[in-house]
């Protein structure tokens, strides 16, 4: 029974909660579901689960408040069906690590919970292309405050990502190991969260909102 | 008048109750004016009846016009207003000399024949614009022949031909604009619809349609399901159609990735770096081509159902990839056939190159590069 991957499923589709608890299978074991992302982030502080699997759009705030508020404490892996990439990459960088898209086969989400449940980035290939131009809508923010960069070797690896190439084959192209891709790719994530802050506390300084 | 305009305007759509409304008003303020010019300029009026009925006819359109149901297309109202019209102000224009002695300050209809030119050129486009006018300079080159004694010389014959020059500019500029306010005007009708599925529909429909394609085992309702996921998304991300003619890359991906998802029952992922660029008919005819040829050689050859679109563009150029994690070949070994040689005859029409990386076991990746400034 240990062994197996404590999932929370926040989700207002009761159609969606229950199929995730008949179909992620025994290396799976749903702890609690929730309909809103208040109920969510509640539930979580008292099941401590592995990992939480929160849907984008959620009342009060979706999974985009989840993120914020757990992903200190818990991977938070968005499942979505929508194309809002605004929503999305925010939800990224306010600590989710990464995100689903619930067309996926059940063996890709479960592939994807699990990675997630160890701490490992769950990066498909559109995430990687959206992140990729987020840097670039960053870098080129005109206020002339340094913004975190991608070194030439993350933005390479971004690209074979963004391409479709696993992290084994992005290694294999680049002659580093899996290991390596797969830092780079949390090294990249990271930075996007550092510059997602820095533009929310340029925006708040701007408005004279900060204290 | 036997020479009435023949174009109808029977395909339009609705010709946008504004235009209409504008030309309306136009029409109203013009045949104040007539009166106005015509009361105060009795001392020089020849034929006072005759005068009295122009200004009554045009002024009887002008209030038919107001009419309930005469403004919608294909009205048979507004056919018969339209002939009438036409042929008042052609009347108007060709009894000018007749009406009037030489004194008048202004010619006897003024401007308000220009309204039937106007409402044609509205109603069905600038070629039905253009004879209105026309017709209108025929009237006065006849009115001028019968009732305006003497020499026909140059300045004559000018004035005279740029009653119909200027008639017929007039219709051939209302009629490109109220087609550019046409186009824009149903855009902007797709955009709300849009925009209310998009915000009021799409998010269940999406969910239900993700659960069939998860928890299905019926392949044929899967692939069904898959299929119209891609064309909502298609349809989400908005129109092909332009006012520039130009097509979103973002659009075309995924109408490229629908088409596939629906033929060959493949799942498509779209990686692409935003911000995409517009690109012309020619370029947006390659891409479109040389991504649909390689997701079917990925149907076809690859042994997977998965591809990866991949597309991002610098100012100066556009990549786009399509990635598979299939068998994979040895490109030196195979013959320039099929995947490399028609994507490559398409993508260099707009002077581009095709890449083919593949080795047996590692899937296939097909780049296409294009170039973006102007040529």
């Given at each position: 029974?240990?062994?197996?991957?404590?999932?929370?499923?926040?989700?207002?589709?009761?159609?969606?909660?229950?199929?995730?608890?008949?179909?992620?299978?025994?290396?799976?074991?749903?702890?609690?579901?929730?309909?809103?992302?208040?109920?969510?982030?509640?539930?979580?502080?008292?099941?401590?689960?592995?990992?939480?699997?929160?849907?984008?759009?959620?009342?009060?705030?979706?999974?985009?408040?989840?993120?914020?508020?757990?992903?200190?404490?818990?991977?938070?892996?968005?499942?979505?069906?929508?194309?809002?990439?605004?929503?999305?990459?925010?939800?990224?960088?306010?600590?989710?690590?990464?995100?689903?898209?619930?067309?996926?086969?059940?063996?890709?989400?479960?592939?994807?919970?699990?990675?997630?449940?160890?701490?490992?980035?769950?990066?498909?290939?559109?995430?990687?292309?959206?992140?990729?131009?987020?840097?670039?809508?960053?870098?080129?923010?005109?206020?002339?405050?340094?913004?975190?960069?991608?070194?030439?070797?993350?933005?390479?690896?971004?690209?074979?990502?963004?391409?479709?190439?696993?992290?084994?084959?992005?290694?294999?192209?680049?002659?580093?190991?899996?290991?390596?891709?797969?830092?780079?790719?949390?090294?990249?994530?990271?930075?996007?969260?550092?510059?997602?802050?820095?533009?929310?506390?340029?925006?708040?300084?701007?408005?004279?909102?900060?204290? | 008048?036997?020479?009435?305009?023949?174009?109808?305007?029977?395909?339009?759509?609705?010709?946008?109750?504004?235009?209409?409304?504008?030309?309306?008003?136009?029409?109203?303020?013009?045949?104040?004016?007539?009166?106005?010019?015509?009361?105060?300029?009795?001392?020089?009026?020849?034929?006072?009846?005759?005068?009295?009925?122009?200004?009554?006819?045009?002024?009887?359109?002008?209030?038919?016009?107001?009419?309930?149901?005469?403004?919608?297309?294909?009205?048979?109202?507004?056919?018969?207003?339209?002939?009438?019209?036409?042929?008042?102000?052609a009347?108007?224009v060709a009894?000018d000399g007749?009406?009037?002695?030489?004194?008048?300050?202004?010619s006897?209809g003024?401007?308000?024949p220009?309204?039937?030119?106007?409402?044609?050129?509205?109603?069905?486009?600038?070629?039905?614009?253009?004879?209105?006018?026309?017709v209108l300079g025929l009237a006065r080159a006849i009115g001028e022949a019968?009732?305006?004694?003497?020499?026909?010389?140059?300045?004559?014959?000018?004035a005279v031909a740029s009653t119909g020059?200027l008639f017929?500019?007039?219709?051939?500029?209302?009629?490109?604009?109220?087609?550019?306010?046409?186009?824009?005007?149903?855009?902007?009708?797709?955009?709300?619809?849009?925009?209310?599925?998009?915000?009021?529909?799409?998010?269940?429909?999406?969910?239900?349609?993700?659960?069939?394609?998860?928890?299905?085992?019926?392949?044929?309702?899967?692939?069904?399901?898959?299929?119209?996921?891609?064309?909502?998304?298609?349809?989400?991300?908005?129109?092909?159609?332009?006012?520039?003619?130009?097509?979103?890359?973002?659009?075309?991906?995924?109408?490229?990735?629908?088409?596939?998802?629906?033929?060959?029952?493949?799942?498509?992922?779209?990686?692409?770096?935003?911000?995409?660029?517009?690109?012309?008919?020619?370029?947006?005819?390659?891409?479109?081509?040389?991504?649909?040829?390689?997701?079917?050689?990925?149907?076809?050859?690859?042994?997977?159902?998965?591809?990866?679109?991949?597309?991002?563009?610098?100012?100066?150029?556009?990549?786009?990839?399509?990635?598979?994690?299939?068998?994979?070949?040895?490109?030196?070994?195979?013959?320039?056939?099929?995947?490399?040689?028609?994507?490559?005859?398409?993508?260099?029409?707009?002077?581009?190159?095709?890449?083919?990386?593949?080795?047996?076991?590692?899937?296939?990746?097909?780049?296409?590069?294009?170039?973006?400034?102007?040529?």
């Open positions: 029974m240990s062994s197996r991957i404590k999932v929370l499923v926040a989700d207002d589709h009761a159609v969606w909660r229950s199929g995730m608890r008949a179909e992620l299978g025994e290396a799976f074991w749903v702890v609690g579901e929730a309909e809103d992302a208040p109920t969510a982030i509640e539930l979580a502080r008292t099941l401590e689960p592995d990992v939480v699997a929160a849907d984008l759009r959620m009342p009060d705030g979706g999974g985009l408040r989840v993120a914020a508020e757990l992903s200190d404490r818990f991977p938070v892996v968005i499942l979505t069906v929508s194309e809002a990439h605004d929503d999305l990459l925010a939800a990224i960088g306010a600590g989710a690590v990464g995100y689903l898209v619930k067309s996926s086969t059940v063996a890709e989400i479960g592939a994807g919970l699990a990675a997630a449940s160890r701490g490992e980035p769950v990066f498909s290939a559109s995430l990687a292309a959206l992140v990729l131009g987020d840097f670039t809508r960053v870098a080129t923010t005109p206020d002339g405050r340094p913004v975190k960069a991608l070194s030439p070797r993350e933005r390479e690896v971004l690209r074979l990502v963004a391409r479709g190439s696993t992290y084994r084959a992005v290694g294999k192209e680049l002659f580093i190991a899996e290991r390596t891709v797969e830092n780079h790719v949390r090294n990249i994530l990271e930075k996007l969260r550092l510059n997602r802050r820095d533009e929310l506390i340029r925006w708040a300084a701007k408005r004279g909102l900060d204290e | 008048m036997g020479t009435a305009p023949t174009t109808e305007a029977a395909a339009h759509d609705d010709p946008g109750s504004g235009l209409d409304a504008a030309v309306r008003a136009f029409r109203t303020a013009a045949w104040s004016w007539l009166t106005v010019v015509t009361v105060l300029s009795y001392a020089s009026v020849e034929r006072p009846l005759a005068a009295a009925l122009g200004v009554l006819a045009a002024g009887t359109v002008t209030a038919a016009w107001w009419a309930p149901g005469v403004t919608g297309a294909g009205a048979a109202g507004r056919r018969w207003l339209l002939a009438t019209e036409l042929l008042v102000g009347t108007l009894g007749w009406v009037f002695d030489d004194g008048r300050p202004q006897f003024g401007v308000w220009l309204a039937g030119v106007l409402a044609r050129a509205v109603g069905a486009g600038w070629r039905a614009g253009v004879l209105a006018g026309l019968a009732f305006v004694r003497g020499e026909w010389a140059a300045t004559r014959v000018l020059v017929g500019l007039a219709g051939w500029a209302a009629g490109w604009a109220a087609e550019r306010i046409r186009i824009a005007e149903r855009l902007a009708a797709r955009s709300a619809a849009r925009a209310e599925v998009a915000a009021e529909l799409h998010d269940g429909v999406l969910q239900t349609l993700a659960v069939v394609q998860r928890r299905s085992g019926d392949d044929d309702l899967v692939r069904l399901a898959r299929s119209q996921e891609a064309e909502l998304r298609h349809y989400l991300a908005g129109p092909e159609e332009t006012p520039t003619g130009d097509v979103p890359l973002d659009v075309l991906l995924r109408s490229s990735a629908a088409d596939a998802i629906a033929r060959f029952g493949l799942r498509v992922e779209i990686a692409a770096v935003p911000p995409l660029p517009h690109l012309d008919r020619e370029r947006a005819g390659a891409v479109r081509g040389g991504i649909g040829e390689c997701l079917a050689n990925v149907a076809k050859h690859a042994g997977t159902d998965r591809a990866v679109v991949f597309a991002e563009a610098g100012p100066q150029r556009l990549v786009v990839s399509v990635t598979d994690e299939g068998t994979g070949f040895d490109p030196s070994a195979v013959v320039e056939r099929g995947i490399a040689g028609s994507v490559r005859r398409r993508v260099e029409s707009v002077g581009g190159t095709t890449v083919v990386g593949s080795s047996p076991g590692t899937g296939t990746t097909v780049t296409i590069e294009i170039p973006l400034e102007a040529r």
